[in-house]
């Protein structure tokens, strides 16, 4: 299977921390560090999406026919739309493996977003870093950041490659997950011909896209379309209708019956409004805090617009948490979003970058 690869190194991210040269690695040196280790353990962001944990899965599921002890260690319930992916690779056991020789943050380069499976993921004799994020800068002992990658699947994809490994029918839909989620459904400006190369691999290795398309998008609960509904009702329009936000409290998510991942999907719902350029949803989370989602369709950074507010992300997908109210949020996201377009140039537009979360 070829190994398709456009970009180069990234000097830029090479810094020096404590005594340790922290650095990107080739996708090579990786791989050779995954090949070096005999027991591997994978961990998703919290809140898992299509690519956190279809990349990792298939990692493991390749990794597993090389004879490798590998675990995806998982904590959070798996979102319905990808709960295909669940396999006996997930478990969310603490004491599946003492003192792995690896551990592999996938599609997350923040340890702060492995709650409670952080001191596990630490215990590793050696810590990895694979991720797509434009926010990440390499923080581990190996790391491999590649913010052109349109999914963290495709780096999974070539890293299998370069071991020589099978890519059977379950690892091309967990690869193929990752991608079409990211890209959404391939619409989105990450969207690359590097991409389309991937996925036409994939169907060399038993992928049924429709298959796994019904999957993800066609299965989709009552509760979360009444719960869809109550979002949208919410809609409102600001800068001249380029800015659209909306909002979920508790009291809406629990009359709905729906679960806190079935709003999946709402912000780009809010993007596709014919003229938006931002959009924004704005949860309330059961612990009070507010979980605020962002998507920008041409231009707008809502990468930097999230860093200075502890969060981050892609330049078209981001997001952030606050310590305030739903109403107090709005208000403020209709004025400082407002700001962002008037500091933001469609010449920017043309930027290729990852796109989204």
Same mark, same amino acid.
């Given at each position: 299977?070829?190994?398709?690869?456009?970009?180069?190194?990234?000097?830029?991210?090479?810094?020096?921390?404590?005594?340790?040269? %922290?650095?990107?690695?080739?996708?090579?040196?990786?791989?050779?560090?995954?090949?070096?280790?005999?027991?591997?353990?994978?961990?998703?962001?919290?809140?898992?999406?299509?690519?956190?944990?279809?990349?990792?899965?298939?990692?493991?599921?390749?990794?597993?026919?090389?004879?490798?002890?590998?675990?995806?260690?998982?904590? &959070?319930?798996?979102?319905?739309?990808?709960?295909?992916?669940?396999? =006996?690779?997930?478990?969310?056991?603490?004491?599946?493996?003492?003192?792995?020789?690896?551990?592999?943050?996938?599609?997350?380069?923040?340890?702060?977003?492995?709650?409670?499976?952080?001191?596990?993921?630490?215990?590793?004799?050696?810590?990895?870093?694979? =991720?797509?994020? %434009?926010?990440?800068?390499?923080?581990?002992?190996? !790391?491999?950041?590649?913010?052109?990658?349109?999914?963290?699947?495709?780096?999974?994809?070539? %890293?299998?490659?370069?071991?020589?490994?099978?890519?059977?029918?379950?690892?091309?839909?967990?690869?193929?997950?990752?991608?079409?989620?990211?890209?959404?459904?391939?619409?989105?400006?990450?969207?690359?011909?590097?991409?389309?190369?991937?996925?036409?691999?994939? *169907?060399?290795?038993?992928?049924?896209?429709?298959?796994?398309?019904?999957?993800?998008?066609?299965?989709?609960?009552?509760?979360?379309?009444?719960?869809?509904?109550?979002?949208?009702?919410?809609?409102?329009?600001?800068?001249?209708?380029?800015?659209?936000?909306? *909002?979920?409290?508790?009291?809406?998510? !629990?009359?709905?019956?729906?679960?806190?991942?079935?709003? &999946?999907?709402?912000?780009?719902?809010?993007?596709?409004?014919?003229?938006?350029?931002?959009?924004?949803?704005?949860?309330?989370?059961?612990?009070?805090?507010?979980?605020?989602?962002?998507?920008?369709?041409?231009?707008?950074?809502?990468?930097?617009?999230?860093?200075?507010?502890?969060?981050?992300?892609?330049?078209?997908?981001?997001? *952030?948490?606050? &310590?305030?109210?739903?109403?107090?949020?709005?208000?403020?996201?209709?004025?400082?979003?407002?700001?962002?377009?008037?500091?933001?140039?469609?010449?920017?537009?043309? *930027?290729?970058?990852?796109?989204?979360?």
């Amino acid at each position: 299977m070829p190994v398709f690869r456009e970009h180069g190194g990234h000097s830029g991210c090479e810094r020096i921390m404590e005594i340790i040269q %922290i650095k990107n690695n080739t996708l090579e040196e990786i791989a050779a560090a995954l090949s070096a280790a005999e027991s591997i353990l994978f961990f998703p962001h919290h809140s898992m999406d299509g690519d956190t944990l279809g990349s990792s899965v298939a990692l493991c599921r390749a990794l597993r026919t090389k004879g490798k002890l590998s675990f995806v260690i998982i904590e &959070d319930e798996i979102p319905d739309m990808i709960s295909f992916l669940d396999c =006996d690779c997930c478990t969310d056991s603490l004491k599946i493996v003492d003192k792995p020789d690896l551990c592999v943050c996938v599609d997350c380069g923040e340890l702060s977003r492995l709650n409670r499976r952080r001191e596990l993921f630490e215990s590793g004799r050696t810590k990895m870093c694979i =991720d797509h994020h %434009i926010s990440t800068t390499p923080f581990l002992e190996w !790391n491999y950041i590649d913010p052109a990658a349109a999914a963290t699947a495709e780096i999974a994809y070539e %890293i299998i490659t370069i071991l020589g490994l099978e890519i059977d029918k379950d690892i091309s839909e967990a690869i193929y997950t990752g991608i079409v989620t990211d890209t959404g459904l391939f619409q989105y400006s990450n969207t690359t011909k590097k991409t389309h190369l991937i996925t036409a691999g994939l *169907y060399d290795c038993g992928l049924n896209s429709s298959e796994t398309a019904i999957k993800i998008y066609q299965s989709v609960s009552r509760e979360k379309m009444i719960l869809e509904a109550n979002i949208i009702s919410t809609i409102e329009l600001f800068a001249e209708g380029k800015v659209a936000i909306a *909002y979920m409290t508790q009291e809406m998510l !629990n009359n709905s019956g729906a679960k806190p991942d079935d709003t &999946d999907g709402v912000v780009e719902r809010l993007r596709g409004i014919k003229g938006v350029e931002i959009a924004a949803l704005v949860r309330e989370r059961r612990d009070g805090r507010i979980k605020v989602s962002l998507r920008s369709k041409q231009y707008a950074n809502v990468a930097a617009f999230s860093e200075p507010r502890g969060g981050g992300g892609h330049i078209r997908a981001a997001g *952030y948490t606050a &310590d305030s109210t739903v109403d107090e949020v709005k208000t403020s996201l209709a004025v400082e979003l407002e700001g962002l377009l008037k500091r933001s140039s469609v010449s920017d537009a043309g *930027y290729k970058a990852a796109d989204e979360c």
